[in-house]
């Protein structure tokens, strides 16, 4: 009788990094429950854990390479794969130029130990301009923030949920999300812990969300108006006489600058913009100011709008001259075991901005890659430098960027494209081949970059727990072997080996970090507590924090241009604004076809406030046809009075109803994606995020 075993790893399927403790026989998984050993998560863990099971036997699960041939798919050997992708490489760039050939990074690459060492010197080797992730279609305002204040672009706060007094959420939905850029499982526990200490949790949101439901209180915003609203509390904050000196004073530059500027934005003037009244605007800085401790935490919905970037950096900026910068209870700073900023920001890679622009749209470059919203027009549009071909890592940008029908038309005429993905899916239904990879339980993960943004220093290491067949690959095997046959150079260590030699650098010297010691500690390792430590490292040329950034300033005029004096002419023809919604069952684009996340109900539905649907005569679950000035979908209304008047919601990641894909229970529970409805165009043009809050739309019957 063969027994049960158990397994302990760190479930890499949001940024939450919750520990779990699996029990399998064999190669079957017989529960998956919270380890409560963790150090971070503490026996915490949601619903999408319990789909590792599924993924791990999904039989739509690639195993093998396959390639598109005039009879269909077919399976084929990976040195066949492999030969063919070099010679298509090396044939397009031949003929065209280097940056002919693009890359797109998905999402699942940052939670991939493999694919985070592996990726940087593949996308090195091709020498091309032309790369994209979905970092422009998320979080891009946060990494230019801190690059302009702090020097570093990893070097992004993290709010100090479980000391601070006074918690300001914009644009975040930890309810649904359970975070992000702040790794801090069991987020709605702490929430409420906040409030039975005393304190208060304040959430800004068009709708009014799980996170709301569980905040002190709420308030519905328009949406894609944060940035004035930041202004405005600035404006009162300053009012109200704050002292200026704080334990950062002689580390700051700029706010004489910033004080000055804010006073252009009282809220008696913004608040009709807004739709928060002055008077809660004014009580919301009032609060701020007077509390122990305080923290402004602003994420998705802040970030991807027309002014992300301004948002992100005035975040910080309340931050800093409240004097809750780097301190207990306000926005800090981690000190992970391996510790990315430090080792990078010692080399002097701190990140690039804008050292070149895109082709066709002239936006800025960050970091060695453009604006993924302009990704489609870069292929469509013919001139030199025009992109060939497209290898997509973990990706599905047909649903998750903007636009994406045209995107399928760019792919679609395309010389050549390669996934390396897991499924036959609406992005990779266009490769020629796909090349595919293990995921999750078969892998060893240490995650390098949640260590970086989590509310707490631990250290964890997952062991693989399923071998992987003979015949699979790992994402770092396979993208080891691309580089190699690009560059003739084969890098010969294991992910395992690279970790252990970046332990030599980790500044808990007493802890005696290695791989060994972490597999003798299969819960993971504590740290201690985030300290105060921000003067030690700031890396702009100066040493200097820089709270005025003349690039954020400069683009003010941007805003009071748009948000003052514009006549919205989309909003006559199309007169409700559109956002997101994440669910706690659903992972972005990839994660519906797993039979115990799609239990339930229909999620993918437009949700409209009764008030709306009355004007409108709509019922509830309704067939409603929603249209942009890029495209057009159909989905049944759900009336709820969680939405603010005048704007709908659409979860991101459905419209598994394109031909060709091989993902059958997600087909079943196909939806529509709302990304035929955003627009490439609409952008923040500062920063070159992707801006999804508030796409204009109309509704027809
Ligand atoms: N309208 C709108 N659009 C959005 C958003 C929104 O809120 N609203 N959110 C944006 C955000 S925050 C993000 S991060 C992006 C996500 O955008 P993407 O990263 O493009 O999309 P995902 O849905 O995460 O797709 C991940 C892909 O990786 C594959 N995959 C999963 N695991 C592995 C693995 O281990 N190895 C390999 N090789 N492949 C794997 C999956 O099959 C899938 O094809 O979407 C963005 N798009
Ligand atoms: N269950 C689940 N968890 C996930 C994911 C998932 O798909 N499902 N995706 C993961 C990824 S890739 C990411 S990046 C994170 C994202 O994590 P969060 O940022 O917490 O994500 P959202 O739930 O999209 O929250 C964005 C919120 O902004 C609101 N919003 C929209 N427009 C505006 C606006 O103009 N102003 C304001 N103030 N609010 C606005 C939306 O209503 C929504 O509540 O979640 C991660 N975790
Ligand atoms: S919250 Fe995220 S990390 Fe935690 S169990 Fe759920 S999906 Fe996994
Ligand atoms: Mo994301």
């Known amino acids: 009788m063969l027994e049960n075993k158990i397994h302990y790893r760190t479930c890499n399927l949001c940024e939450a990094m919750c520990g779990l403790k699996i029990t399998y026989k064999e190669k079957k998984v017989i529960s998956i429950v919270g380890d409560k050993k963790d150090p971070l998560s503490k026996g915490y863990i949601c619903p999408k854990s319990q789909a590792l099971k599924d993924l791990y036997e999904d039989s739509d699960r690639l195993k093998t390479p396959i390639k598109r041939t005039e009879n269909g798919w077919e399976k084929i050997s990976w040195t066949e794969a492999f030969d063919e992708v070099e010679y298509q490489i090396k044939k397009i760039q031949e003929k065209y130029g280097n940056d002919a050939v693009a890359t797109y990074q998905g999402n699942p690459n940052v939670h991939n130990l493999g694919a985070m060492l592996y990726g940087g010197p593949f996308l090195k080797s091709l020498k091309t301009k032309q790369k994209y992730s979905a970092t422009s279609a998320d979080q891009l305002p946060h990494h230019i923030a801190s690059l302009k204040m702090f020097g570093h672009q990893m070097l992004i706060p993290i709010p100090d949920i479980e000391r601070t007094d006074y918690l300001l959420i914009l644009g975040a939905n930890p309810g649904a999300s359970n975070g992000s850029l702040l790794t801090a499982p069991g987020f709605s526990k702490k929430i409420k812990n906040i409030q039975k200490r005393g304190g208060e ?26 940035a004035l609203l930041l202004l405005s509390l600035l404006h009162v904050i300053f009012e109200q006489g704050i002292d200026e000196k704080t334990h950062l004073s002689n580390h700051l530059k700029g706010l004489n600058e910033i004080k000055e500027i804010v006073k252009k934005y009282p809220p008696q003037k913004t608040a009709s913009i807004i739709g928060i009244d002055d008077f809660e605007i004014q009580k919301i800085a009032k609060d ?42 306000g926005a800090m700073f981690t000190k992970p075991a391996i510790d990315l900023v430090f080792m990078t920001g010692m080399q002097g890679k701190v990140g690039n901005f804008d050292r070149y622009r895109s082709r066709v749209h002239d936006l800025p470059e960050y970091s060695g890659e453009l604006p993924v919203a302009t990704l489609a027009d870069e292929m469509l549009v013919k001139g030199e430098g025009q992109i ?7 990706g599905n940008p047909v649903l998750s960027t903007p636009n994406g029908k045209k995107l399928e038309k760019a792919l679609e005429q395309l010389d050549y494209m390669v996934s390396i993905d897991i499924y036959l899916n609406e992005t990779s239904k266009y490769a020629n081949i796909i090349l595919p990879s293990t995921n999750g339980l078969e892998t060893l993960h240490y995650d390098l970059v949640f260590h970086q943004l989590a509310i707490r220093n631990t250290a964890k290491l997952s062991e693989v727990l399923f071998e992987k067949d003979e015949n699979q690959k790992h994402d770092w095997q396979i993208l080891n072997e691309l580089t190699e046959r690009i560059t003739g150079n084969k890098n010969s260590l294991t992910p395992e080996k690279m970790l252990d030699s970046m332990f030599q650098f980790s500044s808990y010297k007493d802890a005696n970090l290695s791989v060994k010691k972490l597999k003798d500690n299969p819960s993971g390792l504590d740290l201690g507590a985030l300290q105060p430590h921000l003067t030690k490292r700031i890396f702009t040329t100066d040493k200097k924090i820089n ?11 941007r805003l009071d241009q748009e948000l003052f004096y514009v006549v919205d002419e989309d909003k006559i023809n199309y007169p409700f604004a559109l956002i997101g919604r994440r669910h706690l069952r659903n992972n972005n684009s990839w994660m519906h076809n797993s039979e115990l996340l799609m239990k339930g ?22 067939q409603i046809r929603i249209i942009s000035n890029v495209g057009s979908i159909e989905l049944p209304v759900e009336i709820s009075d969680e939405m603010k008047e005048g704007v709908l919601s659409i979860p991101h990641g459905f419209g598994h109803n394109r031909e ?42």
């Not at 709270?547 to 005029?557: E, G, R, T, V």
């Open 201 to 226: 949790v304040i959430n800004i949101d068009p709708r009014y969300t799980e996170t709301s439901k569980i905040s002190s209180n709420h308030f519905f915003i328009n949406p894609g108006k944060d």
């Open 660 to 701: 060709g894909t091989k993902i059958k229970l997600a087909e079943e529970n196909a939806g529509e994606s709302i990304n035929d409805l955003t627009d490439d165009h609409k952008i923040d043009r500062l920063t070159g995020n992707a801006n999804f809050s508030g796409t204009r739309v109309k509704v027809r019957l």
């Open 288 to 329: 701020f100011i007077n509390s122990e401790t305080a923290v402004c935490y602003g994420r998705m919905g802040v970030s991807t709008q027309e002014f992300g970037g301004i948002c992100q950096w005035l975040i910080n900026v309340i931050n800093i001259v409240t004097n809750n910068m780097d301190k207990v209870g």
């Open 547 to 557: 709270i005025s950034p003349k690039f954020f300033i400069d683009d003010l005029k």
């Open 601 to 622: 109900k229909n999620r993918c539905t437009v949700l409209m406030s009764s008030k709306d649907a009355n004007n409108l005569s709509i019922t509830n679950h309704q």
């Open 388 to 394: 060939k071909m497209l290898i997509s890592t973990a």
